[in-house]
């Protein structure tokens, strides 16, 4: 029998070379509602939690020892805990937690690990009693993530060199070396570095007048920039 959040929930006679996820399958696979970390697997006298996210990332096969025998109840219950992920890492996006706390670090790496070498700097949102508050983190190892949070991985530069930041409704938020991305399109190439939900009509630069110190707002036609139209030389800072 398999129940909970799947997509076709009943019972099934499945072959004695059938595992958990073809079980899953023929129940029509685990809804977005559903947990990937807490499934459970009901034998007569006995029942275990089971963690797909391993197998998934491609660690370990963590069900490799579960046994589906005769009246197995395979139960998806709805998803538990969950974080986001953004910045310097190959797959931002939301992650659920084993339990309502984890390792900032097992999460990276189930996002793919850091986009690049450089030093990254850390933050961590979090929506408190007294409302949202940003926490920076020096050391991965020592934190935890709990339901909610959001992780920030920006790319650190050390501040002798001209860099310029990106920010905003971007999905590679961060500092960029100008001696290497001296042009806006070279961080900024084409629509896919953009979120879904971005506005493309126009890009919003801050940079510094050189002669009286003050900051001076440059407006510019983001889509030009995208299709290889216009461009805008950086500046550092």
Excluded: C, W
């Amino acid at each position: 029998t398999i129940a909970g959040e799947v997509n076709a929930p009943g019972k099934y006679n499945l072959s004695g070379l059938s595992n958990l996820i073809d079980a899953i399958l023929v129940g029509g696979g685990v809804k977005k509602t559903g947990s990937l970390r807490n499934i459970k697997v009901k034998n007569i006298g006995s029942e275990k939690t089971v963690d797909l996210y391993p197998l998934i990332f491609g660690s370990t096969n963590s069900f490799s020892n579960t046994k589906l025998l005769n009246n197995t109840i395979i139960f998806v219950p709805p998803i538990g805990s969950t974080v986001a992920l953004t910045g310097n890492i190959n797959k931002p996006g939301i992650y659920e937690l084993k339990e309502n706390r984890g390792n900032p670090l097992e999460h990276v790496n189930f996002a793919g690990g850091f986009l690049s070498s450089f030093n990254n700097s850390f933050s961590i949102n979090r929506m408190g009693k007294k409302g949202k508050s940003t926490k920076l983190v020096n050391n991965l190892n020592k934190a935890s993530l709990t339901n909610g949070d959001i992780l920030n991985i920006v790319e650190s530069i050390d501040s002798s060199q001209q860099s310029s930041k990106l920010i905003g409704d971007v999905k590679f938020p961060g500092y960029y070396s100008i001696k290497e991305n001296p042009k806006l399109s070279q961080i900024l190439p084409n629509s896919s570095f953009l979120n879904q939900d971005s506005f493309k009509l126009s890009i919003v630069i801050k940079t510094i007048n050189s002669e009286t110190l003050e900051d001076v707002f440059i407006v510019k036609n983001l889509l030009n920039i995208l299709k290889g139209k216009e461009d805008y030389y950086l500046r550092p800072n």
